[in-house]
């Protein structure tokens, strides 16, 4: 992701994050290292698309290296639900 996640932007984030923890046992990774600008509209999607993982034995995990994002997810009570990664994890290995 890149730019800035509000009202505006948080609708596409959403049908990708419908179609990502759709089906499966999904293991979701949404990278905000690039973005500038993220607001409660997008919390609200990152939190339904996380409530479908988990549902479905899967995760959904941030990274962001911005204190921006830390500083929001404290306010609304979310750094347990979402602690941060500083990085991307790497990546599982191939199937056979």
Do not use: N, W, Y
Request: with cysteine.
């Amino acid at each position: 992701m890149l730019g800035e996640i509000d009202m505006a932007t948080a609708g596409a984030l959403g049908e990708h994050l419908d179609a990502l923890t759709s089906a499966g046992v999904p293991q979701v990774v949404v990278d905000l290292r690039k973005v500038e600008f993220f607001d409660c509209s997008g919390l609200r999607v990152l939190c339904r698309a996380e409530r479908r993982a988990r549902e479905l034995g899967g995760t959904l995990r941030l990274v962001s290296d911005r204190p921006r994002v830390h500083r929001l997810l404290r306010a609304c009570d979310l750094l347990g639900r979402f602690p941060p990664l500083a990085e991307l994890p790497p990546a599982p290995p191939a199937s056979p």
